[in-house]
Nanobody, 118 residues
């Protein structure tokens, strides 16, 4: 069945970098919009970045210039390169796969914890 598995989270100091990966199975990966969300304790889940089937991207204002979303369709893998990390980037990061016009549906991974210390 559909499975999204996030890896690459961890503990880093402010100013450091991490690269998250999301490996997908059970979907036609190249046809999906892929997204990263994050959720801090006590806060709502927020959209961090999206990448479309032809490679176009969108970013939350809070991460523009610091994060880069990319995909490798041959590997069925989504990436989030996170640079210049700040403590406010701390949270559980989730991978999502969806159809372009299916704003409510899609599939989710289990999440990976990112902690940025000051």
């Amino acid at each position: 069945q559909v499975q999204l598995v996030e890896t690459g989270g961890g503990l880093v100091q402010a100013g450091g970098s991490l690269r998250l990966s999301c490996t997908a199975s059970g979907i036609i990966f190249s046809t999906k919009v892929m997204e990263w969300y994050r959720q801090a304790p006590g806060k709502q889940r927020e959209l961090v970045a999206s990448i479309y089937t032809r490679g176009g991207t969108d970013y939350a204002d809070s991460v523009k210039g610091r994060f880069t979303i990319s995909r490798d369709n041959a590997k069925n893998t989504l990436y989030l390169q996170m640079n210049s990390l700040k403590p406010e980037d701390t949270g559980v990061y989730y991978c999502r796969a969806r159809e372009l016009f299916d704003q409510k549906g899609g599939s989710w991974g289990q999440g990976t914890q990112v902690t940025v210390s000051s």
